[in-house]
């Protein structure tokens, strides 16, 4: 993994609390939202379909910090929207990092150039710059020319500043193994402390619906990612369990709650991906009032498709914590790339529906 000796400690320790404590629900990063407002429009991208009263707003640096001291997640990771046009963003990055929190303020670099004499380099602080693969399909992706000239320039301007950098790659349909390959090559070979990468999920609000890869495929294109990769030295930020989870060889629910969103509206449920199940007031209130048992693959239609790692890391690390050597293992080896997938769990929503059957308001399950 690309992530410090340091970071790694202090979320062994957390981690290690819960456990001890005997913590059910424990969030692991806090997606902290503060304006959906964006310098791009993504194809696949559902976060800018608002209209602009929504668009214009942004949550304060006060709110900011009582999510973060609300929630209590060692790490924070800041997406939107793009947080570079907040005006008050570094105070809020100023505020985390004074906390002892490890924050990753996600960007598309376009605005990085400009504003980067507004953050000072700190252990506590890492750009993560959104990169689709390659010149030709990031700008595709990004539906706008030019933008991996100038991401690429943002890093490497960052890198010689001293600030830590790591690369978000989405991976979207029309890729192909040896593709995403040369592109990780790439970004290693630009000096990025690590690379997070998963495959889009299928936002309802997306302008663009066949843009995400669904299914079999995904796992099929991460077998044929690791196979070329396990003579080459990637540094993914992701657990080994998850890898291996991208490959079929893991069959996880996901754990929404381990990575808690909290945007201009709220507390958001059940995750950062579904827009439209309500928020809650507190942190509090999203543990104790959200539904959980009616999100995952196989309770809900929306939630069909992803492996995203913003629901599934967290499940993959409970797992490591269980299994230990499994995980230890998994590492070494790296992800299993040819035999059998795990199995996959059959869904027990109804068809196509868009909500389970109920009686008299009483959701009812049935297997299909």
């Not at 001890?20 to 969030?27: E, L, M, S």
């Not at 027990?348 to 959701?363: E, R, T």
Request: with cysteine; aromatic share 8%; net charge neutral.
């Amino acid at each position: 993994m690309g992530v410090p000796l340091r970071q790694q400690l202090a979320v062994g320790s957390y981690l290690l609390k819960q456990k001890i404590k005997g913590v059910k629900k424990y969030p692991l990063v806090l997606m902290l939202e503060p304006l959906f407002r964006c310098n791009l429009a993504c194809s696949g991208c559902g976060k800018i379909d608002y209209p602009d009263d929504i668009l214009d707003k942004r949550l304060t640096v006060e709110e900011c910090l009582q999510a973060v001291d609300e929630c209590g997640a060692p790490m924070v990771s800041i997406p939107g929207g793009e947080p570079l046009l907040h005006k008050d963003m570094p105070k809020i990055v100023e505020g985390i990092v004074a906390r002892k929190k490890f924050v990753y303020l996600c960007t598309n670099a376009l605005l990085l150039k400009k504003r980067i004499g507004d953050y000072t380099p700190s252990p506590y602080l890492t750009f993560s710059v959104h990169l689709d693969g390659n010149q030709e399909r990031h700008d595709a992706s990004v539906c706008q020319d030019g933008v991996f000239e100038r991401a690429v320039e943002a890093i490497k301007l960052a890198l010689d500043k001293g600030f830590r950098v790591t690369v978000n790659c989405t991976l979207f349909q029309g890729e192909n193994a040896p593709e995403v390959a040369e592109f990780l090559d790439y970004a290693m070979e630009l000096g990025v402390e690590g690379i997070t990468i998963a495959p889009g999920f299928s936002y309802e609000r997306a302008p663009r619906q066949d843009v995400f890869i669904k299914g079999k495929d995904v796992k099929e294109l991460f077998r044929g990612i690791f196979k070329i990769g396990k003579n080459r030295k990637w540094k993914l930020n992701h657990s080994s369990l998850y890898l291996d989870f991208l490959a079929g060889n893991q069959s996880y629910d996901c754990t929404p709650w381990g990575n808690p969103t909290r945007n201009v509206f709220g507390w958001q449920k059940p995750c950062y991906l579904l827009s439209d199940e309500g928020y809650a007031d507190s942190f509090k209130d999203l543990l104790e009032e959200t539904p959980w048992e009616k999100y995952g693959t196989v309770n809900n239609p929306k939630c069909a498709n992803c492996m995203a790692h913003c629901g599934y890391e967290a499940t993959a690390v409970e797992d490591m914590l269980k299994h230990p050597i499994k995980a230890l293992l998994t590492s070494v080896r790296g992800p299993k790339t040819e035999g059998e997938m795990a199995p996959e769990k059959a869904p027990v929503y109804v068809g196509g529906d868009k909500s389970l059957p109920n009686i008299g308001g009483i959701p009812v399950r049935t297997e299909v």
